[in-house]
């Protein structure tokens, strides 16, 4: 079943921007978006469900492309990623960066190229390592000295495997201390400070299978500044010198990561892509100029700023009430769809919809059906003070780091994923049932 909806007013200008662009409000206090009203996706499909606008992620993909037009643009797939996901990554001509075989192997089974795959990871194991070279990945991301030894082995005599190497520049950005990465003092890469990432390159190219291309790095997540991106390139330039000096290397590629952060409530900080672009092109032309280097090819790799804003998940209301001074208004999802609040305290601006909220707003806690006291969506959030059970709440930029960080906590099963374009919605990932988890479950 599908439908097919008149073009509608756009929504009223106090419509927070945190919303896809392709949001209208036909009826009042009924949002559609892609053209689909969100309460007929709720009827249609059940809740909680997540939503997809295409028509934003293929804006969001051509923006960076348009950004960067010299550079490779990687989708980081842990975002999100499915099969539809892919496809309109390579019809965008985005590469994707990945952390697992299941990624990996996911992509190249619909269908992308393989050369245009980078697999990251602080702890590959050999299946994930196999896979990579047994379907032609394009790059493997070094990201500690015993890899390079297995990698090289795993790659054998005749074989030859581009590589790159992720390097701790030793600058704290980002959203929150559990996504900071680009410090000394965290799990990933390898540090300039202290010699590992200079060491780890001599290793390299002591290895004839493995083929160094460039160097890499990602500073965290959710970063609003330009201004660590370029200290990184300050810093990975400096690097790239010494490397000259050191052992005549030339490097044509340098990976900077993604990280651009997005608004996740109306008023939030957001990364200027155009900004980031314009700056980091000069920086680097500048910094190498000064080095005497030849300009790299930039990698950029987004993945919350391609997939974020162009989710909206939505739950319907199955609680309501007073305790200890607050208003909590349960939903039937929580931590196990999104455990974003839960391990960073990231609050969100949920929203009723499907009806016109007639009571005056009051302030309320959003919180999941879990069973546990953390489970909050959204706290101090204005709603109308008639919320009651049966309504529903969106919630929007919800396209990232929600569903591919699901658990099966209390079995609820994981909600199914709607794409919406040009008024039609149609049916991604459908939710998983008791069946799938009885399923899995195969002992007595
Ligand atoms: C997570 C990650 C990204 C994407 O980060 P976003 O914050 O989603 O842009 C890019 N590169 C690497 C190596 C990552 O681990």
């Known amino acids: 079943m599908t439908t097919l909806h008149q073009p509608a007013a756009p929504a009223p200008s106090a419509a927070p921007s945190v919303w896809p662009a392709s949001t209208t409000e036909p009826r009042p206090g009924d949002p559609a978006v892609g053209g689909v009203p969100l309460s007929e996706i709720a009827d249609r499909f059940g809740t909680p469900v997540y939503v997809l606008d295409e028509a934003e992620v293929r804006a969001r993909c051509r923006t960076y492309r348009r950004a960067f037009p010299d550079a490779d643009v990687l989708y980081a797939a842990k975002a999100f990623l499915c099969r539809a996901m892919v496809r309109w990554m390579a019809e965008e001509g985005l590469g994707l960066d990945v952390c697992s075989a299941g990624e990996l192997e996911l992509a190249v089974t619909a269908g992308f190229r393989p050369e245009r795959i980078v697999l990251h990871g602080n702890a590959k194991s050999p299946h994930d390592l196999d896979t990579a070279l047994r379907l032609g990945v394009g790059r493997v991301v070094i990201d500690s000295p015993s890899e390079i030894a297995r990698l090289a082995a795993a790659v054998g005599p005749r074989g030859r495997q581009k590589v790159m190497v992720r390097v701790v520049p030793g600058i704290s950005a980002g959203g929150h201390e559990k996504i900071r990465t680009g410090t000394d003092d965290q799990k990933f890469g390898l540090s300039i400070t202290d010699g590992h990432a200079q060491h780890a390159i001599a290793r390299i190219l002591s290895q004839p299978q493995l083929e160094l291309t460039g160097l890499h790095c990602h500073l965290g997540s ?119 609040p839960a391990l960073y305290g990231v609050r969100y601006a949920p929203r009723l919809i499907g009806r016109p909220g007639t009571a005056a707003e009051a302030a309320v806690t ?73 399923g899995r479950d195969v002992g007595l």
Request: hydrophobic fraction near 45%; charge should be positive.
């Open 222 to 340: 959710q970063i609003t500044s330009v201004k660590p991106y370029l200290a990184a390139v300050r810093r990975m330039v400096g690097l790239m010198a010494r490397l000259r000096r050191q052992h005549g290397l030339l490097l044509p590629e340098l990976d900077l990561g993604g990280g651009h952060g997005v608004a996740y409530r109306p008023g939030d900080a957001a990364l200027d892509l155009s900004a980031l672009a314009r700056r980091v092109r000069t920086e680097l032309a500048a910094a190498c100029a000064a080095a005497g280097l030849p300009v790299p090819r930039l990698i950029v790799e987004p993945g919350r700023a391609v997939a974020g804003p162009a989710g909206i998940a939505l739950y319907r209301v199955l609680a309501v009430k007073r305790a200890g001074g607050h208003v909590f208004v349960a939903v039937d999802g929580g931590m196990s769809d999104n455990p974003r």
């Open 366 to 438: 959003v919180a999941g059906r879990h069973c546990e006291a953390g489970d909050i969506l959204a706290d101090g959030v204005p709603l109308p003070g008639d919320v009651r059970p049966g309504d529903l709440l969106a919630v929007p930029v919800a396209g990232a780091y929600h569903l591919s960080m699901a658990s099966g906590y209390n079995l609820v099963g994981r909600p199914p994923v709607v794409a919406v374009r040009d008024g039609r919605a149609r049916l991604l990932v459908r939710r998983e049932s008791l069946e799938d988890i009885r």
